[in-house]
């Protein structure tokens, strides 16, 4: 098990900023595909960004222009703008070894993913 743990998750009003972080001291980026994953009450969980193994951002399209994925040897990163109050949600951080190609909105997929962290959450309020 690939120990992630988020972080940055508060209430802010809509309109506003925030930024997740995700981190895994025993991670090796390079190895493994990260992505970042939300969950509403009463809904599935959906995937919100990802770095593909092309090595390009894939968001889905509720947040594409308002979040950007980012990382560094130390943790993956989203950065939230313009938030929304259907943005409210518990976000997760995912990774899978990097075992298969994973392209486009298949890296969106919750099923391509082993690891998960516990989640952290965001509440948009309008």
């Known amino acids: 098990q690939v120990p992630l743990v988020e972080s940055g998750g508060d209430s802010v009003q809509a309109g506003g900023s925030l930024r997740l972080s995700c981190a895994a001291s025993q991670f090796i980026y390079s190895r493994y595909y990260m992505s970042w994953f939300r969950q509403s009450p009463g809904k599935e969980r959906e995937g919100v960004a990802a770095i593909d193994s092309d090595g390009r951002p894939v968001y889905a399209d509720s947040v594409k222009g308002r979040f950007t994925i980012s990382q560094d040897n130390a943790n993956l990163y989203l950065q939230m703008n313009s938030l929304k109050p259907e943005d409210t949600a518990i976000y997760y951080c995912?990774?899978?070894?990097?075992?298969?190609?994973?392209?486009?909105?298949?890296?969106?997929?919750?099923?391509?993913?082993?690891?998960w962290g516990q989640g952290t959450p965001v509440t948009v309020s309008s």
């Open positions: 995912a990774a899978d070894g990097r075992w298969r190609p994973l392209t486009g909105i298949q890296a969106l997929r919750q099923y391509e993913y082993t690891h």
